[in-house]
């Protein structure tokens, strides 16, 4: 069975771009989260999708934001991106939303803003 | 808001040593606790859970018990190897969603 596959694996953008991200779940698997990774806040929620709908979202500014398909596979897209943005960004799917469900997340996308 | 306090690495040790990583959380309700590891280069795995109070969580020679008394969950190793080496991270979640709150990390280096 497939793990989560999330790509690219690398990328590096400059001040200013839009970048979007991609997550595909484990087949079956309906919830998808994501969370930025960085040295100097550790690992943060940025939000949930559900059946295509957002369950949930973190503290992070508009720039962010996400999407998922009828297939449960989701998207993240930063615009205008900032130095802060740069980090590892990871994605987790499980079967449902909530209850006793672990988690599975992908290796992450590194992304560097130059 | 919820949180998770977890001790501050990194920390060494010899092969065969024992291992605690103290985790302590602050939330209302009754959340979930996790630990999850991450090596060098992928993303993290789920090393074990407890939901609820005096659940013990196990895998892979790990253990940790939801200690609602003092709001911890510390993970602990009789026996490491230098293939713990990697860094270790203790989670809440509560029962709505899937948001996962997590500690700082704590990296273990395992010296043979």
């Known amino acids: 069975k497939a793990g989560v596959t999330q790509t690219p694996r690398y990328l590096i953008k400059t001040r200013g771009q839009q970048v979007t991200l991609s997550c595909s779940p484990i087949?079956?698997?309906?919830?998808v989260s994501w969370y930025q990774q960085t040295p100097g806040q550790g690992l943060q929620f940025l939000f949930e999708?559900?059946?295509?709908?957002?369950?949930n979202k973190g503290n992070f500014p508009g720039r962010f934001s996400g999407r998922q398909f009828s297939n449960s596979r989701s998207e993240m897209n930063v615009s205008t991106l900032e130095l802060g943005d740069s980090a590892l960004y990871l994605c987790?799917?499980?079967?449902?939303?909530?209850?006793?469900?672990?988690?599975?997340f992908g290796d992450g996308t590194r992304l560097s803003i130059l | 808001g919820d949180s998770v306090t977890q001790m501050e690495g990194p920390v060494t040790l010899s092969e065969e040593a024992f291992l605690t990583i103290n985790c302590t959380y602050t939330a209302t309700g009754y959340p979930s606790l996790f630990w999850y590891v991450q090596y060098p280069g992928e993303g993290l795995q789920l090393l074990l859970k407890?939901?609820?109070?005096?659940d013990k969580g196990s895998n892979k020679g790990f253990e940790a018990t939801y200690r609602k008394e003092t709001t911890s969950f510390h993970l602990e190793k009789g026996s490491v190897q230098v293939s713990d080496s990697a860094v270790y991270f203790c989670?809440?979640?509560?029962?709505?969603?899937?948001?996962?709150?997590f500690g700082g990390g704590t990296r273990v280096l395992v010296k043979p």
């Open positions: 087949s079956g698997h309906r919830s």
């Open positions: 407890a939901t609820k109070a005096d």
């Open positions: 999708y559900f059946s295509e709908t957002q369950r």
């Open positions: 989670a809440l979640r509560k029962a709505a969603g899937n948001k996962l709150t």
């Open positions: 987790a799917s499980s079967l449902e939303s909530g209850g006793n469900q672990p988690q599975h």
